[in-house]
């Protein structure tokens, strides 16, 4: 649990890195840093297996495309609602079904969905401050193996 606790900051510090920017690549630090992280944690809490590596690659991919949006799409003006941001919770976890057939346990990924959900929304609803959201966010993202 120590290696995912770790994993799980150093993921924050990625996300958080990635939402400042200010140089080449930065969004890259969260899609792609951010998704690798999630499923080494997998890998530590589960196990790697070979003949899984199609669901890690899926994965992989669902993760770089949910961690690339706030999902604005969904209002009018293109800000970011409560709506926007109980969708990014749901894609976060959305993008690890995969990993059910890797292990991963259905009911935990259904805590995880939840979780991730209300958790994110709650978080970036109640606080103004883009360093405890983003960090938070990428604190959750991959501490949430845990469920899995």
């Known amino acids: 649990m120590i290696y995912i606790f770790g994993l799980a900051i150093l993921s924050s510090i990625l996300y958080r890195a990635s ?10 630090l969260r899609r792609i ?9 997998f890998w530590i809490w589960k196990g ?20 690339s949006t706030y999902n604005d799409w969904l209002t009018n003006d293109g800000s970011e609602t409560w709506l926007c941001w109980i969708v ?10 995969p990993l059910i057939w890797c ?11 939840v979780t991730l959900a209300l958790l994110i929304t709650w978080i970036r609803e109640k606080t103004s401050n883009v360093w405890i959201e983003e960090l938070s966010s990428g604190f959750l993202y991959v501490m949430t193996v845990a469920f899995l």
């Open 48 to 67: 790697f297996a070979l003949a899984n590596y199609i669901y890690y690659f899926i994965t992989f991919i669902l993760s770089f495309l949910a961690l």
């Open 88 to 97: 990014t919770g749901l894609l976060y976890s959305l993008s690890s079904l």
């Open 33 to 41: 840093g951010c998704a690798i992280i999630f499923l080494t944690a």
């Open 103 to 113: 292990g991963a346990s259905i009911y935990g990924f259904i805590l995880r969905t």
């Open 19 to 28: 939402g400042h920017g200010g140089f080449k690549g930065a969004k890259l």
